[in-house]
């Protein structure tokens, strides 16, 4: 029987480390696939501008834009980097946190079991230990949580800005004339779309995280 129980429990941890490695790396997938979207959106406001520079005065107000889209891409670009940090850091606390509860669960078996035998007050520091280890990891493992899910929220509400970008580029880019006109509208629709992509992106990786909690 207590090598049924010591099996079981050598399961549920692997199946639980294996589920935070996997959550893991499906968050830094996500959010690498972001970071290649919003490299090409950055190449979108290069070539933006480079029409703009052609159409001159007529797009005198697309111009400025072409550097928020930047900006966009350089948010985007950094908090992909900085979630998938946190991802891999949340990886190894979730699975320091799953050996800190299996031994307190075999603490409390060996206490339960042997209450009565002589010495088994000897194993109280070591017990207390673990439960301090036990109760540290619970709080990082949980702030962890925390800090993921905050910063995919805010690189989400900052992708919003896009749908306006792209809205104020399309008006710029009526102003430009028909010869360029249809090269800026173009440039509105990709960011548009890249913003999209990579909110959908975001999407997922929330729900992931939100199964850890």
Known sequence: MKDQETGSSQQNQQQANYNYFVSAAVIAAKLDRATTIAQQLS???SNA???ALRAGERAAGFRPLTDFIDRLAEITITASKKINQLAATLSKTSASKVRADNAIKHFNVVNQKAAEYPYIDSLRHAFDRSKATQSKLTRDYYRQID???EELAMLSNEL???VILATLSRVEASQAGAQYQDAL???ADNVEGAAGKIKEHIKYSQHVVATLQ
């Open 43 to 45: 190449l979108t406001a």
């Open 147 to 149: 800090q993921l899910t």
């Open 160 to 162: 919003r800005n896009a």
């Open 49 to 51: 501008r480079a029409v």
């Open 185 to 187: 509208i173009n440039v």
